[in-house]
T-cell receptor
Framework: RKEVEQDPGPFNVPEGATVAFNCTYSNSASQSFFWYRQDCRKEPKLLMSVYSSGNEDGRFTAQLNRASQYISLLIRDSKLSDSATYLCVVNGDGNKLVFGAGTILRVKS | DVKVTQSSRYLVKRTGEKVFLECVQDMDHENMFWYRQDPGLGLRLIYFSYDVKMKEKGDIPEGYSVSREKKERFSLILESASTNQTSMYLC?????????????FGPGTRLTVT
C-alpha cells in the first residue's frame, strides 16, 4: 500500500464549479499535512498547510480527518488558472515529506 | 524570494556515463533534498542532507550518491547511468528543523539516458 494515495483523475470541470479532492495516508503518526500545486512542466509549490481544525484560504478549503487518516481539498468557483496537478503531502519518518502521485484538475471554459 | 536553481533543464547521457546534477539554494537553508518524479509514481526521495557533509538515504538511493561540501550546494551523482534512471529530477530545500516549514523546489532537470 502506498503511504499517500490520491485519485489520479483527471477531474474535468467547467469554470465556476466546485471540486473536491481526497487523499488517504497510512502512517498514523504523521503530524503535518500539506497540499502542493504543480503546473505542467513546472516544479511543485506549496498551496496550503492543513490544520486539524480545517483551514480556508480564499476559494480553497482543506480538511483533515485523523481518525480516518484522510485529507481533502475543496476548490470553489473554479478558474481556468486552477488547472494543475494537486499533490497531497504528509510527513513521514524523520524529517521527510511523502508525496502522493497527484490529482490532475482541468478547468474548462 | 527563495531561489533554488539546478544546473540543467534538459540532459541527455549515454548508458554507463557518470552524471552530475547540481543544485544551489540562496536562502541559507539547512535541509536539501533530491527527488525523482515519474508518471503515476509521484515524487520519490533519493537522498537528503541536514547539514554540510551530512547525507541520509531516502527511499530509492540505489545507483545514486550525493555530495554536500557547502551549505548552499547539493549535488546528485549517477555513478553509471542506466536507462531506468531516465526521469525528472527535482532538488528542494527547506529551512529549520521542523517539518512544517515550506519546501522550495528547483525547476527540475529532465534526464534522458540512452
Amino acid at each position: 500500500r502506498k503511504e499517500v494515495e490520491q485519485d489520479p483523475g483527471p477531474f474535468n470541470v467547467p469554470e465556476g464549479a466546485t471540486v473536491a479532492f481526497n487523499c488517504t495516508y497510512s502512517n498514523s503518526a504523521s503530524q503535518s499535512f500539506f497540499w502542493y500545486r504543480q503546473d505542467c512542466r513546472k516544479e511543485p509549490k506549496l498551496l496550503m498547510s492543513v490544520y486539524s481544525s480545517g483551514n480556508e484560504d480564499g476559494r480553497f478549503t482543506a480538511q483533515l480527518n485523523r481518525a480516518s487518516q484522510y485529507i481533502s481539498l475543496l476548490i470553489r468557483d473554479s478558474k481556468l488558472s486552477d488547472s494543475a496537478t494537486y499533490l497531497c503531502v504528509v510527513n513521514g519518518d524523520g524529517n521527510k515529506l511523502v508525496f502522493g502521485a497527484g490529482t490532475i484538475l482541468r478547468v474548462k471554459s | 524570494d527563495v531561489k533554488v536553481t539546478q544546473s540543467s533543464r534538459y540532459l541527455v547521457k549515454r548508458t554507463g556515463e557518470k552524471v552530475f546534477l547540481e543544485c544551489v539554494q540562496d536562502m541559507d537553508h539547512e535541509n536539501m533534498f533530491w527527488y525523482r518524479q515519474d508518471p503515476g509514481l509521484g515524487l520519490r526521495l533519493i537522498y537528503f542532507s541536514y547539514d554540510v557533509k551530512m547525507k541520509e538515504k531516502g527511499d530509492i538511493p540505489e545507483g545514486y550518491s550525493v555530495s554536500r561540501e557547502k551549505k548552499e550546494r547539493f549535488s546528485l551523482i549517477l555513478e553509471s547511468a542506466s536507462t531506468n534512471q531516465t526521469s525528472m529530477y527535482l532538488c528542494a530545500s527547506r529551512a529549520g528543523t521542523g517539518i512544517s516549514y515550506e519546501q522550495y523546489f528547483g525547476p527540475g532537470t529532465r534526464l534522458t539516458v540512452t
